[in-house]
Structures are given as C-alpha cells and as structure tokens.
Nanobody, 125 residues
Framework: QVRLVESGGGLVQAGASLRLFCVAS????????MGWFRQAPGKEREFVAT????????YYADSVKGRFTISRDNAKNTVYLQMNSLKPEDTAVYYC??????????????????WGQGTQVTVSS
C-alpha cells in the first residue's frame, strides 16, 4: 500500500512558476517509478511527466517539455514538479501517481497503482 499526498498548487498569473510536491508513504519509495498527470474540466486525465526510481531517467509530454521539470528526493520520499512559464492551458487538477510494479517509468495512466488526491493549479491570463 502506498499513500500519496500532493501540495503546492495555487492560483498564479501566466508566466509565473509553481512547484508541486508529492510525499509518499508505505512501500520503499526508491523502488518504484512515479508520474504526474493532470485533468482539466471536461477533459480526460493526461500524462505530464514521469521519473524512474533513481531519478536518472525522465520523460515529458510535448506540451510541457522545456517548461516543467520532474525530480525526486528518495531520502525525503518526495517527488517534485517544477512548473515554469505557466500558461492558462496548464490549468487543471494535478495528480501524482506511483507505479509500484516497476523501477522504471511509464506514460500510461493504466500502469499506475496508486494516486494522490490531487492539487488544483489555476493559471490566469
């Protein structure tokens, strides 16, 4: 069992930055990959970024590449999403997820086993 708690969301203007946090508890954090997803009103949940167990491999959606950075601190059981140059289209509820079946990473929603409750990010124009 893994419990995930996100924080760091908020209301910002376009061009600003935010850093999201996701703290995990339960299983050994350094043994599995993590991901960030988002869901805007009326839309399906979509992949944002993913990272492997050690933090040495990452992958991003094209829409956020070059603006967002995913990282992790295994000593703190925490994964981060640094979001720069935010745009109104980044507005969504952001979720972190744990894929305990692999130490690698995945972009597929269905491979993730545990999800956080989400944190709202709103970007005004």
């Amino acid at each position: 069992q893994v419990r995930l708690v996100e924080s760091g969301g908020g209301l910002v203007q376009a061009g600003a930055s935010l850093r999201l946090f996701c703290v995990a508890s339960g299983r050994t954090f350094s043994s599995y990959g993590m991901g960030w997803f988002r869901q805007a009103p009326g839309k399906e949940r979509e992949f944002v970024a993913t990272i492997n167990w050690s933090g040495t491999s990452t992958y991003y959606a094209d829409s956020v590449k070059g603006r967002f950075t995913i990282s992790r601190d295994n000593a703190k059981n925490t994964v981060y999403l640094q979001m720069n140059s935010l745009k109104p289209e980044d507005t969504a509820v952001y979720y972190c997820a744990a894929d305990v079946g692999t130490p690698g990473y995945s972009i597929k929603t269905e491979t993730y086993d545990y999800w956080g409750q989400g944190t709202q990010v709103t970007v005004s124009s």
